[in-house]
């Protein structure tokens, strides 16, 4: 089966500094990776995905994340965060043979704090 | 509307009561999930349709629940004699039917049995 573990479940983080929010799953099989956020009292809005291709994958609002496969991790980055980027974030695995469909496994969530 | 769209966004209930949700995907996406989302958690896989039948059912809990789509768009999600537990958010997603193709959410269902 397959499991989605996020590290931090909370990161305080001051605007303007870089910030890492990491991810590591487990799986038997190939894999596709997302990463979702949440602002306070809105739906999951999609931040990136991972298919296929290069390692590193850009999304918007300035994120980025890395595919790794030997150390099964997808660490979403920021190189400078916003006051607005203050949300809950989560990352995402779907099995890519799963009968043509995604179904996604989630992470617990991390709550991405930042304070002027 | 441009998303996916969930009534009633709140709705309170007694438990052993009967409770519907429902959700309007957007127009032309084929796939649709339900998923739960309990405080401090992430969400959990529910149910998927592609078209009128439901092709994976796997995270229902338990035979209280069950969701329809009759007419391959809107579905609704019925839990029967509810339980306190059961209070959680109740989110419904679609997407293009291919895998890897973006799952869009709407706001999603907020559920307190009391």
């Known amino acids: 089966a397959q499991s989605v573990t996020q590290l931090d479940s909370q990161v305080p983080v001051f605007e303007e500094a870089p910030v890492e929010l990491r991810c590591n799953y487990s799986?038997?099989?190939?894999?596709?990776l997302f990463w979702y956020v949440q602002y306070p009292n809105q739906g999951l809005q999609l931040l990136l995905k991972?298919?296929?291709?290069?390692?590193l994958v850009k999304g918007i609002n300035g994120f980025e994340a890395e595919f790794n496969k030997s150390q099964t991790s997808f660490h979403l980055r920021k190189p400078s965060v916003h006051i607005s980027d203050t949300a809950e974030y989560f990352c995402?695995?779907?099995?890519?043979?799963?009968?043509?469909?995604?179904?996604?496994?989630f992470g617990a969530g991390t709550r991405l704090a930042v304070h002027p | 509307g441009a998303g996916v769209s969930q009534t009633p966004s709140n709705k309170v209930t007694e438990k052993g009561k009967y409770v519907e949700l429902r959700c309007d995907p957007i127009?032309?996406?084929?796939?649709l999930y339900w998923y739960r989302q309990s405080l401090g958690q992430g969400p959990e896989f529910l149910i998927y349709?592609?078209?009128?039948?439901?092709?994976?059912d796997s995270g229902l809990p338990n035979d209280r629940f069950f969701a329809v789509r009759p007419e391959g768009s809107v579905s609704t999600l019925k839990i029967q004699r509810t339980e306190r537990g059961d209070s959680a958010v109740y989110l419904c997603?679609?997407?293009?039917?291919?895998?890897?193709?973006?799952?869009?959410f709407g706001e999603g269902s907020w559920l307190t049995v009391v």
């Open positions: 997603a679609s997407s293009r039917g291919s895998p890897g193709n973006t799952i869009y």
């Open positions: 799986s038997s099989v190939s894999v596709y």
């Open positions: 991972y298919l296929s291709g290069s390692t």
């Open positions: 995402a695995v779907s099995d890519r043979s799963a009968g043509g469909y995604n179904k996604l496994i």
């Open positions: 127009s032309g996406h084929t796939a």
């Open positions: 349709f592609q078209g009128t039948g439901a092709a994976d």
